[in-house]
């Protein structure tokens, strides 16, 4: 494949065929490289200007280590079809949904799953949806519960959040895949009490470690959905009864 690179002749203080191809080549990268910076800030500027126009909504992301259910609770909330797969970075940019409850509208994002040490290079692609984020009112963190090493999980989305100075901003932790947990946790030798009292330990220690507000669903079955829709749209309301107290709002 490469035998344009082959040096046909040379010499000392002589250039071959290969050494100037490669140039060309270098100089093709180059040129690619500045083309995509240059639509990376094009894009950066459009969804600047569409956050703008958003701005008098209360906003909610979701947030949490890639590959934790963040697409699927998406599609279930808002009721569209966001695409969502077992896989690293299924989601590379914000998807955003407005949502209305009983007359009360509100912004759902999905964005893409952070990583321990995302690459550098990595930051331009991400920095639309990493804007989202720092613009959003309310996080909800998803966690995949059923997944052994969860806890450094959230350790890396709050290290991450907290490097982009949204260290206050308010956050709702969202335990997912509890029906894995169950089938990972437990056997037909344990009697329906005894898995009863484990799973209130889990939920009494998870809250006593982060001690914030915390809910514990299915995406995928469906379970605890209502409770997280009415944990959320109380916080929303509040939010709005805050940002315009005096202005009846029309939606």
């Given amino acids: 494949m490469w035998t344009h690179l082959e040096r046909q002749r040379g010499g000392i203080g002589m250039r071959g065929p290969g050494e100037q191809e490669i140039e060309t080549d270098r100089r093709i990268v180059k040129e690619k490289i500045a083309m995509l910076k240059k639509k990376l800030e094009k894009i950066d500027l459009q969804n600047v200007t569409q956050r703008k126009n958003r701005d008098e909504m209360i906003r909610v992301s979701l947030v949490g280590y890639t590959n934790v259910g ?3 609770l998406m599609n279930l909330v808002s009721k569209s079809d966001v ?14 949904r407005k949502v209305v409850w009983d007359a009360m509208p509100f912004l759902l994002s999905d964005t893409v799953g952070f990583i321990r040490k995302l690459p550098h290079h990595l930051i331009e692609s991400f920095k639309s949806t990493l804007d989202e984020v720092r613009e959003s009112d309310i996080l909800l963190h998803v966690i995949d519960v059923a997944h052994p090493a969860f806890h450094d999980q959230i350790q890396t989305v709050q290290k991450t959040l907290e490097d982009m100075g949204l260290k206050e901003k308010q956050v709702i932790m969202i335990f997912n895949k509890m029906d894995s947990w169950r089938e990972i946790t437990f056997d037909d030798l344990v009697d329906q009490s005894t898995k009863n009292q484990i799973e209130a330990d889990l939920r009494e220690s998870l809250q006593n470690k982060y001690n914030c507000q915390m809910e514990f669903i299915s995406a995928k079955s469906m379970e605890n959905i209502e409770n997280l829709r009415v944990l959320l749209k109380a916080e929303i309301e509040k939010m709005y009864t805050i940002r315009y107290p005096y202005r009846t709002k029309k939606f």
């Avoid at 797969?85 to 940019?93: G, H, R, V």
């Fill in 83 to 96: 695409f969502a797969e077992n896989k690293l970075f299924a989601t590379l940019d914000t998807t955003v």
């Fill in 70 to 72: 963040k697409s699927t």
